[in-house]
């Protein structure tokens, strides 16, 4: 049986890099959220079936992230994430990035706008 550590390790070795893209694309891969970029391109243009989809199928992995920037608000700042997802989709071109790394740094960027002297803090932003 296949590990997920062993495309990670394969990801690492083949792109020489550790970063979170490689780590993202590589868990997307395995986890099967290879139809991410068809979701996301689709919540572009306002469909909110796909958008859905597109939560369920990423919003763990962003969770995993959002705990990682912020473990005391980390569904705060998923919520806001996906909130900005949603607003921000239509400028997501599946030619130049993946779904999943780009969702990813969504959430990096909420973490950042939360609190720009502490990345980590999304403590005081209101969330609708």
């Not at 590990?3 to 690492?12: E, G, S, Y």
């Not at 391109?41 to 992995?61: M, P």
């Not at 705060?76 to 997802?85: K, P």
């Amino acid at each position: 049986m296949h590990h997920p550590r062993d495309t990670v390790t394969a990801t690492r070795t083949a792109t020489g890099t550790g970063t979170a893209t490689a780590l993202a694309t590589a868990v997307a891969t395995r986890t099967g959220v290879a139809d991410a970029d068809t979701l996301l391109v689709r919540v572009g243009a306002g469909d909110r079936d796909a958008f859905a989809a597109l939560y369920d199928a990423t919003s763990v992995l962003a969770f995993h992230l959002a705990r990682c920037l912020d473990p005391h608000d980390a569904e705060a700042l998923l919520r806001a994430s996906y909130l900005e997802v949603w607003r921000t989709a239509s400028r997501f071109d599946p030619a130049r990035m993946r779904a999943v790394p780009w969702i990813l740094g969504v959430v990096r960027a909420c973490a950042r706008s939360a609190n720009p002297t502490s990345p980590e803090s999304l403590h005081g932003v209101a969330v609708a």
